[in-house]
């Protein structure tokens, strides 16, 4: 990602904050997430479908989500530093357009190198949207409000899960998976002009200099570091299992395939509930909200693999999944927020952007090597296994944390 600034810190803004919290422009934020979201992941819903329509494997039709995330990963940072210039506001505009473009794209393209073709145009706008938006939310309000304010955002994200992919499943099912694909389209079109309307302006200004007081190099780096590389190894968990949720449901589960958009239901509005702990009971305990989220998610995906012919059992499973996976993605965002100095901090939500895709499409990747080696049992397996890692590495890293702060009051004493 770039390393120039398009917002201030918000120690060193020149203008006086709105003190009226800006329930709206965070809405329209939220509305544009779930449209980005649901775009990334419905493919996830419509894998039987679109595999047979467009005669490919269900394997392939899953690397479409490693195809758009990977674009995100390579494309971000120059583009960020291509448009560094532009005015933010209109710069939002354009790009839920092109996302929209991508959408229609998608639905025309009659074979699968031109699906791949428009999902890498969405891919080049979802990584500039990625890089925007937690700034842009991050300008909207004071340091001591980012939390709410990325709960609010990020909720975007979660009711795509919740709604966005199931309702895309079943009418991919219902009527075509092209018209999924249209009608999201269409939905990014009312969310640019949602956007023009509600979202506030902000100014394109750059960090003030550093100060002579200021160390050349920032201490929060390496605490960022780390929690992007752990970012990083959970997505690549979960999304090798989640990519694929469709077969492991309806084969592994053994769930019949009219059902799978409930269970993609039912599994989003458990995530909305982690998203609901965030914001509340998780507010000012991301570490120990982090520590449970992973170990949940671990156990839950565990017992959803050993007990797939329980379907009570797995299904409270999956349920509690969902619920765990909630927490995890708005507590990392919160976490790396709130480590990252003001001098970094937009710096830093860029990487953890690139993390974040590379999370998803490294998934994606893993997942599908996985299901034509293994099958579709095996990918549990590499959830957990990379779950654990993370949760290895977050203890640690809060243990640093802590004894590196110990130091520093025993040498102030």
Wanted: include cysteine; glycine fraction near 8%.
């Amino acid at each position: 990602m770039t390393t120039s600034s398009v917002f201030p810190a918000r120690e060193a803004a020149s203008t006086p904050r709105p003190t009226p919290f800006p329930w709206v422009g965070l809405i329209a934020l939220a509305a544009t997430v779930f449209l980005s979201v649901s775009s990334e992941m419905i493919p996830t819903g419509l894998l039987p479908e679109m595999s047979a329509s467009l005669d490919v494997t269900p394997s392939q039709v899953g690397l479409l989500v490693t195809f758009f995330a990977f674009t995100v990963v390579i494309s971000s940072a120059p583009l960020t530093a291509a448009t560094v210039k532009l005015p933010r506001h209109a710069l939002m505009v354009g790009i839920l357009l092109v996302l929209g473009l991508s959408n229609l794209l998608t639905a025309l393209s009659p074979t699968y190198e031109l699906v791949v073709a428009s999902r890498v145009l969405g891919g080049l706008a979802h990584g500039l949207f990625w890089a925007l938006v937690p700034a842009y939310a991050a300008h909207l309000v004071p340091k001591e409000q980012i939390a709410r304010a990325v709960s609010i955002t990020l909720g975007g994200g979660t009711l795509a899960f919740v709604l966005g992919v199931p309702l895309g499943t079943v009418l991919g099912q219902s009527i075509g998976w092209r018209w999924a694909f249209a009608a999201i389209a269409i939905a990014f079109g009312l969310g640019a002009l949602a956007v023009l309307r509600w979202l506030p302006k902000v100014d394109r200004v750059t960090h003030a200099a550093r100060s002579e007081s200021e160390p050349r190099r920032d201490p929060t780096v390496l605490p960022v570091v780390a929690i992007c590389v752990t970012t990083a190894i959970v997505m690549i968990g979960h999304y090798a299992l989640y990519t694929f949720i469709a077969p492991f449901v309806t084969d592994s589960m053994r769930i019949a395939p009219e059902y799978l958009s409930a269970a993609l239901f039912i599994y989003g509005g458990a995530g909305a509930v982690g998203l609901i702990l965030t914001g509340t009971v998780f507010a000012k305990r991301t570490s120990l909200g982090l520590i449970l989220a992973l170990a949940t998610t671990a156990v839950s995906v565990t017992v959803m693999a050993l007990f797939t012919s329980t379907l009570w059992l797995s299904g409270l499973a999956l349920v509690v999944w969902g619920l765990a996976f909630g927490l995890i993605a708005p507590l990392l965002q919160t976490r790396m927020l709130h480590t990252a100095s003001p001098r970094i901090r937009d710096t830093a939500s860029a990487f953890y952007t690139t993390a974040f895709n590379a999370g998803i499409g490294g998934g994606a990747l893993v997942g599908s090597l996985l299901l034509d080696w293994k099958g579709v049992n095996v990918l549990p397996v590499a959830d957990v296994a990379l779950t654990l890692l993370g949760l290895v590495i977050i203890v640690a890293t809060i243990r640093l944390s802590k004894r590196s702060r110990s130091r520093s009051e025993s040498v102030r004493v």
